[in-house]
């Protein structure tokens, strides 16, 4: 098997390049910069509820939200263990995409039988998402201006030629779309994605809920749960407590509160770089009229998107694991990431040299083996559960909401019904076999983007098995 340099090896930037475009940056989240913040309590003493939510992330607040417009008269409360959004919800690059399954591939080799009304579900999700948001008049910035999907090597030309999705692309009208040296080719899905800005989409989420009337709560991290006195549970944390006829654990990539989950699901890195705003001339360099969200087609990807104030996000690529499943601020510092992913900016735009960077950060995405959400319901129906978007959750979380407020009101739904809910996801091993079995697959993508997508032995057994991954 003959090895090639990737395109951001053959035409990388020289190292003062990268040096001079990260100098101005510093470590802090654009998104979460660019909003609005209020002060919440923190709950202190006992009190009763209908509905205890823990996580105020997208999911979390997609499920108070709409358990309110399910019962207005239910009292609902969550439970967010530092402030609203301040994890991925308010970290992500806000792409809200229609798939609730990773994409057909994946969707299609899992879900057989289910595939088309998945598909189908994910496109009225995000058809929900667009109606809530003109309907509760929510500030988020959102753009339904779809995803380019662009190939910067020849196999990935013939991957897109052969996908049948969207419209076709070819070197001149990709570039007449966005001006890349390295796009040779693109695939244009206009009808399922829409951008947002993450931040002011969970402060939106979480003002909304507030005045539905659900009772939001900040720096309450949720300790426990106990079996409480008639039928209900106990949620305890540091200085409260909930007796909660029912429980929605929205809890994203942290430690799980029930045992059963805590080998659902792995802390993965993901690294992200927001340059300072394109001046008009910089902007007509560029092209990028029709704002679309961009990714690419390797198994270490990118994704990349124009802000309001035309900023370029750029992220991915690097998807880095830390032994432990450990989730630590120290993780979210780590130069070679934002080096690499500079040097590869400056390769796909290298018109825009002398453009700096602003902001760099990092989050933690809760991936599970087969790669999107997965359901559950514990304490005899009482407790319901729903994690591993694996950086899919800025639209599913709402669909992952409904299932779950579907299960604890014990609604026999179309939602319910589907394999994808009713069946759990293979668990990740034990340290130090997780480390391991996660550093042999990257090296194995990796491996692959520099073979021309040819996938090794060991990715073609995964794949077998139903565990293949991409980053």
Known sequence: MTSHRTVFERQAPAARQVTDALRGSRRAVFWLEDVETFDRPSLTGTIDADLTVVGGGYCGLWTALLAKRRDPTARVVLLEAETIGWAASGRNGGFAEASLTHGEDNGRRRWPEDYDTLHQMGLDNLDAIERDVAELKMDVQLERTGVLEVAYEPHQVRWLQESGRGEWLDRDA??????????????????ECALVHPGRLVHELAR?????????????????????RTGRVDVRTT??????????????????????????????????????????????????????GVSDLANQFHYSRLTADDRILYGGYDAVY???????????????????????????????????????????????????????????????????????GVAATRFAAEVM???????????????????KPLPFPPEPFAKIGIEATKWSLDRADHHEGRRNL?????????LGFDS
């Not at 014990?410 to 994808?420: E, I, N, V, W």
């Not at 990715?459 to 139903?466: E, F, H, P, V």
């Open 322 to 392: 830390h032994a432990g499943r450990r989730v630590r601020p120290e993780h979210e510092d780590r130069d070679a990431s934002y080096r690499r992913l500079a040097s590869h900016f400056l390769t796909t735009y290298p018109q825009l040299e002398g453009l700096g960077f602003s902001h760099r950060w990092a989050g933690a995405i809760d991936t599970s083996t087969q790669f999107c959400a997965f359901h559950g319901l514990a304490r005899r129906g009482r407790v319901a559960y729903a994690a591993g978007f694996t950086g899919l």
């Open 405 to 423: 407020l579907d299960r604890l009101a014990g609604d026999a739904t179309p939602r319910t019904q589907l394999q994808m809910v009713r069946r």
């Open 174 to 191: 990709v570039q007449a779309e966005i001006a890349s040296p390295v796009f040779h080719a693109g695939r244009w899905v206009k009808d």
């Open 239 to 292: 200085r409260g407590l909930v007796r909660s006829r029912t429980v929605a654990l929205a809890t994203n990539v942290f430690r799980p509160l029930l045992r059963r989950s805590r080998l659902s699901t792995v802390p993965v890195y993901d690294y992200v770089l927001m340059t300072e705003p394109l001046s008009p001339a910089q902007m007509s360099d560029v092209g990028w009229a029709h704002r679309q």
């Open 208 to 228: 909304v809920a507030a005045d539905l009337g659900v009772e939001i709560f900040e720096h309450s991290a949720v300790s426990g749960l106990g079996s409480g």
């Open 458 to 466: 060991m990715l073609r057994t995964l794949d077998r098995l139903g």
